[in-house]
């Protein structure tokens, strides 16, 4: 399917570096002098980046980029030089994206390209000279799945840590729609929770109840803007990525139905009639309501 993505003119590109910092997924860097799109995989189209750039180099343009294809996206970076495709690598890597990773250096082995002959997708790259940083650390994608975390003993800080904290069940990083790649690992084969963004706080088993073992995304259907993009991303979780499920946990409140409404919305673009179950929570935190749809 088509989306939408930037693209940049290298001619007009002057380095400056304005525009990486303001790019939500971390996607762009700073190479060899010019602003890189280091992986379609996390360039949301939004565009957040073009307003900063001084010389008009930014676009935002449609094109085939769904389902990511990691071979197409070497054919692109292996001509752009060692620095990029390093990056690139490093990319991968630090958003925990395995999978492609060892894609793309089975892509290198196949070309018999020679980049670091002790690279495996378990290790890091080689880093090139210097590619900037990588836009906002808050956005980066982290996979929590393999994580365990036991509290005993003090905390990093020193301090005793509190024994009656509750165990976290989030998985991953980020989780407002906005800023998700609706084709990350973590959304693999997985059963997904889309949440109302209060709903979290009103509850206090939300984790416990709804969130463990699911990966999850947030948006408020009343406050955010660009709400097609969320039915973009749900409809390429269900259609490209192959969730199982959807749990969408919605208030109480009238305008809270329209998060269920892009959820079903979604399901009929893509195409998989994928069970969607809604989650019906009051202000004081009890569900009131929960049913398949």
């Known amino acids: 399917m088509k989306r939408k993505i930037i693209q940049i003119d290298e001619e007009k590109c002057n380095g400056c570096g304005i525009c990486i910092p303001n790019c939500h997924e971390g996607a762009m860097q700073l190479i060899d002098g010019k602003a890189r799109l280091i992986s379609d995989l996390f360039c949301d189209g939004l565009g957040a980046c073009i307003g900063h750039c001084p010389e008009g180099a ?15 996206v070497m054919e692109v ?19 925990n994206e395995t999978e492609f990773l060892q894609q793309a250096i089975d892509y290198l082995k196949e070309n018999n390209i020679m980049m670091n002959p002790n690279l495996q997708a378990g290790h890091a790259p080689s880093q ?8 906002c650390p808050g956005s980066m994608a982290k996979d929590f799945r393999e994580n365990t975390v036991v509290v005993s003993g003090q905390s990093d800080s020193g301090h005793a840590p509190n024994l009656h904290a509750a165990k976290s069940e989030l998985q991953q990083w980020p989780v407002q729609l906005h800023l998700l790649n609706p084709q990350a690992s973590y959304f693999k084969n997985a059963d997904v929770v889309l949440a109302a963004d209060c709903a979290a706080f009103a509850m ?3 984790h416990e109840r709804f969130l463990k073992g699911k990966s999850l995304a947030i948006a ?9 993009s969320y039915v973009q991303k749900l409809t390429s979780m269900i259609a490209d990525t192959r969730i199982n499920s959807l749990t969408v946990v919605m208030m109480e409140v009238p305008c809270c139905g329209g998060l269920l409404l892009m959820a079903q ?12 179950k809604q989650a019906i929570v ?8 929960e049913d398949w749809v």
């Open 220 to 228: 408020c259907p009343k406050l955010d803007s660009n709400k097609e």
């Open 204 to 206: 206090g088993n939300f």
């Open 128 to 135: 090139p000279e210097s590619h900037g940083e990588c836009g």
């Open 282 to 289: 009051s202000l004081l935190g009890e569900v009131t309501q």
């Open 265 to 276: 919305t979604a399901r009929t673009n893509a195409g998989r009639n994928i069970p969607i």
């Open 58 to 72: 930014i676009e935002i343009i449609e094109r085939e980029a769904e389902p990511y294809d990691e071979r197409k």
């Open 77 to 95: 970076m292996v001509p752009k030089g060692r620095n990029t495709i390093l990056a690139h690598l490093d990319h991968l890597r630090d958003h």
